[in-house]
């Protein structure tokens, strides 16, 4: 079963808008990570946030947690079109597991 | 090499045909994972090595998927009597696999994928 679910599924937005996207996932974790995906290729990481941490900068990227609420938030600030792309978030199994899930993701479209 | 490397990058069978997809991973990475990724879908886990650890096949589908990691290196993903639902982009990726690291901190480092197609 999928650890994380993201939304919206699609989203699309003018170029220089903000694009906001969302991860809830169902049990504890220690880190949330965030990967993007272009059209066929693999994924490649953006950002690791840990569970003590509650916000996180990278450039143009902030992602939030909040453990309590089991949710995640990526948000790239004056998007580009080569921002378009699938976003995925990824967390642990479990304890003792160094398997990653991963969300359903979503796709992002900036219109230039 | 300098990232993952997976091949072919497409392949076309006929169901029922036996299909190797193969990975190399970055040099130094312990850690090797598959996912399969169906058209427009997430990742789904397949199975992971870690060093000379067993690995976990908990995301195997069947028996008819089988993988191994020789010498603690390249790895082959071997499906066997392919079917019309096994069509879909196989990725393969590597992190450091730190033993001591705490779960979801592996940073993995993907391949472009092979893309499978069984008629």
């Known amino acids: 079963s999928q650890q994380g679910e993201e939304d919206p599924q699609a989203l699309s937005i003018q170029e220089g808008e903000n694009a906001t996207m969302n991860c809830s996932y169902k049990?504890?974790?220690?880190?949330l990570q965030w990967y993007r995906q272009n059209s066929g290729r693999g994924l490649v990481h953006l950002i690791l946030?840990?569970?003590?941490?509650r916000e996180k900068h990278s450039g143009r990227l902030r992602v939030t947690l909040d453990t309590s609420k089991k949710s995640s938030s990526l948000l790239i600030t004056a998007s580009r079109a080569a921002d378009t792309a699938s976003y995925f978030c990824?967390?642990?199994?479990?304890?003792?597991?160094?398997?990653?899930?991963f969300g359903k993701g979503t796709k992002l479209s900036v219109i230039p | 090499g300098a990232g993952v490397s997976q091949s072919p990058s497409n392949k076309v069978t006929e169901k029922g045909k036996d299909v190797e997809l193969r990975c190399d991973p970055i040099?130094?990475?312990?850690?090797l994972y598959w996912y399969r990724q169906s058209l427009g879908q997430g990742l789904e886990f397949l199975i992971y090595?870690?060093?000379?650890?067993?690995?976990?096949k908990s995301g195997l589908p069947s028996d008819r998927f089988s993988a191994e990691r020789t010498g603690g290196s390249v790895s082959t993903l071997t499906i066997q009597r392919t079917q019309q639902e096994d069509s879909a982009v196989y990725l393969c990726?590597?992190?450091?696999?730190?033993?001591?690291?705490?779960?979801?901190?592996?940073?993995?480092?993907f391949g472009a994928g092979s893309r499978l197609t069984v008629l």
């Open positions: 946030i840990r569970s003590n941490e």
């Open positions: 990726a590597s992190s450091p696999g730190h033993t001591k690291m705490r779960a979801g901190a592996n940073v993995l480092t």
């Open positions: 049990t504890s974790i220690n880190n």
């Open positions: 040099s130094g990475h312990t850690a």
């Open positions: 090595f870690q060093g000379n650890s067993a690995p976990d």
């Open positions: 990824a967390t642990g199994a479990g304890a003792g597991s160094y398997q990653l899930t």
